[in-house]
């Protein structure tokens, strides 16, 4: 069987995870075959997937802090070998622009910015990356992707025709749009974790904004922004990102990307599906068993669970879900095509405490799907006995 894991953030990698699920089927099935096919969906370590399945080597660089004050040190993959119609380079925004490197009293993406991923591609095109993969999610930002765009030579004015200040507090200050007078020449290709367009209901502000640290002000104050901004990018370039799958990941990045990059977005989960080549793996399997830190309406929408389901479905291979949490009814699990589901962390347990007992829950979760769906009917008669 497989054991093919996202990461849980905060606690536990794609791979620890796997393994940990791995070691809690053993524990009951001492002699059962587990694979452990780490996966990742666009979103936080999903380069590292994308260095042990093309190889690579880490290139360090100084780039500008997502609050915009000093520098932090972050890396991208320059690819050695790449295969055909891959990348030459992996950047990741989590590394440079992550939620995980603001600490929570100071996460405010009306001042954040995802310049620092624009330095990070601007690094790796000036090193010679000419197809780049960039991975979209766990930003700390909600600016539209304008930092980025800044960094690799896009300016932002307002009426006086001063830059306005970046983050996305100041995005209903644009008046006007000046691309680079020379623009890289590079062919960038975003991995999204979600679907979510730019605006409205399901867009980056509604639904990212309170997870870094937005007020319900604040939330409606960069709605107003990106709507403007989109507005803008409609009228001066005649690109329309305000509804495209993705154009809303990493707090409006994704929409950022097709404006000032002329870049693509597609579901980060399928390209690493097929980097890691997880059709073949699934050749012979009998289960797949995979998770994240919550099963909820999202794991449906482009996370490594929606990817799993799609490929093992098509396999005809049952899928089961051990996530930290579940949020999931009983009835939106059945809809989902799982065919078994559990949490490793109890109801009744706080983050912190999921958090640092993380791998030991993963295994005896693992450890319990065994004895319901892997032990003989025999045998789980007399365990339970």
Do not use: Y
């Amino acid at each position: 069987m497989l054991a093919a894991f996202d990461g849980f953030k905060g606690s536990l990698g794609a791979r620890e995870a796997g393994e940990a699920a791995a070691a809690g089927i053993r524990r009951v099935v001492p002699d059962a075959h587990v694979r452990v096919l780490p996966l990742a969906d666009g979103g936080e370590g999903t380069a590292e997937i994308l260095a042990d399945a093309f190889g690579g080597e880490w290139r360090p660089a100084e780039v500008t802090h997502p609050r915009g004050r000093g520098r932090i040190r972050a890396s991208w993959l320059k690819v050695t070998a790449p295969p055909a119609h891959g990348p030459d380079a992996v950047v990741e925004t989590a590394r440079s622009s992550g939620l995980v490197l603001v600490p929570p009293a100071e996460r405010d993406p009306l001042v954040t910015t995802t310049r620092g991923t624009g330095e990070l591609l601007a690094r790796a095109v000036a090193e010679g990356a000419r197809r780049i993969w960039l991975t979209l999610g766990g930003s700390a930002t909600v600016d539209g992707g304008t930092g980025a765009a800044r960094a690799l030579g896009w300016r932002f004015l307002d009426g006086s025709g001063r830059d306005v200040p970046e983050g996305g507090g100041a995005l209903h200050r644009i008046a006007r749009l000046v691309p680079p007078p020379n623009p890289p020449d590079v062919e960038i290709t975003a991995l999204c974790d979600v679907d979510n367009p730019l605006l409205g209901p399901r867009g980056a502000a509604a639904v990212f904004g309170p997870q870094k640290g937005a007020s319900p002000d604040a939330v409606e104050r960069l709605e107003e922004g990106l709507a403007h901004l989109a507005h803008l990018v409609t009228e001066a370039l005649g690109v329309d990102v305000a509804e495209g799958p993705g154009a809303g990941a990493a707090g409006g990045l994704g929409a950022g990307v097709v404006a000032f990059l002329g870049g693509t977005l597609v579901r980060g989960v399928d390209r690493i599906l097929d980097a890691v080549e997880f059709s073949s793996a699934l050749a012979g399997a009998d289960w797949v068993l995979t998770g994240e830190g919550r099963l909820d309406d999202q794991s449906l929408d482009g996370k490594v669970v929606s990817g799993v389901l799609d490929r093992a479905g098509s396999a005809g291979v049952p899928v089961a879900v051990l996530a930290g949490r579940v949020d999931l009814t009983d009835a939106g699990i059945q809809a989902a095509g799982i065919d078994w589901a559990g949490a490793a962390a109890p109801a009744h347990a706080s983050d912190d405490e999921a958090f640092r007992r993380a791998r030991e829950w993963v295994e005896a979760g693992a450890a319990r799907f065994a004895r319901e769906r892997l032990q003989p009917p025999a045998s789980r008669a007399k365990a339970t006995t």
